[in-house]
């Protein structure tokens, strides 16, 4: 009767810091006729961090693109759908009669206009719809 031969040994995984798990390539391999070994660096760009100006219905703190000024704000009312359709909707419900107008004297149903209080230049706009 054989003897089963001893089951496989396996080495510990290798210490914090290390290079490799595994052992250097034996001398002389990857040496040979149309095989070479070349050093490359590779150069991974990562894209700039795109900033998101979020413009709502108060100022914001921002760079202005026309002057580069870094500046807050200054906000401004502009007629806009929200307003036109609170108004039809009015006249359809029988206020015809100038209530379906009163969209058109509050802010709160307008659109904001974001510039620059520096040059003038209109930054951003915030619909309401």
């Known amino acids: 009767m054989s003897k089963a031969p001893p089951p496989p040994t396996y ?8 290079t490799s798990a595994y052992p250097p390539p034996p001398p002389g391999y990857g040496t040979g006729p149309g095989y070479s070994v070349t050093n490359t660096n590779v150069v991974v760009a990562q894209p700039g961090i795109a900033t998101v100006m979020v413009f709502r219905e108060l100022p914001v703190q921002c760079t202005c693109p026309s002057c580069g000024a870094s500046v807050v704000t200054s906000t401004s009312y502009e007629t806009g759908t929200l307003a036109w359709v609170i108004c039809l909707v009015l006249a359809l419900f029988g ?14 149903c307008k659109d904001v206009i974001h510039s620059c209080p520096n040059c003038r230049h209109t930054i951003g706009k915030f619909n309401r719809m």
Not at 11 to 18: E, I, L, Q, W
Not at 101 to 106: A, E, V, Y
Request: glycine share 14%.
């Open 11 to 18: 080495s510990a995984a290798p210490a914090y810091g290390t």
């Open 95 to 108: 206020l015809w009669l100038g209530c379906c107008l009163i969209p058109f004297c509050i802010n709160g």
